[in-house]
């Protein structure tokens, strides 16, 4: 079976969730490493469309405790 290549809709949703939450509280992509305890190249290579790399429900736990949310925020309300 052929690995997913593309991002699906609903793993670039909570992509722009935090890519939104970093802007809003003025975090760099570093900030958000360090709160999921990964290194800024990771965090980048989420937000580029190029890479394979996505949060993981313990990244969101960990985010979502810091911003003091839950981690359904990161979800959107209906099914993408």
């Given amino acids: 079976m052929k690995s997913q290549e593309r991002t699906t809709d ?3 949703y909570v992509i722009d ?3 939104k939450l970093r802007a809003d509280h003025n975090l ?3 900030d958000i490493a360090t709160i999921i305890g990964s290194s800024q190249a ?3 290579n989420i937000e580029s469309s190029k890479s394979r790399a996505k949060y ?3 990244h969101i736990n960990l985010l979502a405790d810091h911003f003091g949310i839950s981690p359904q925020k990161f979800l959107p309300e209906k099914a993408v």
């Fill in 56 to 58: 993981n429900l313990n």
């Fill in 17 to 19: 969730f935090v890519r």
């Fill in 42 to 44: 990771f965090v980048a």
């Fill in 10 to 12: 609903i793993e670039q």
């Fill in 28 to 30: 760099n992509q570093e």
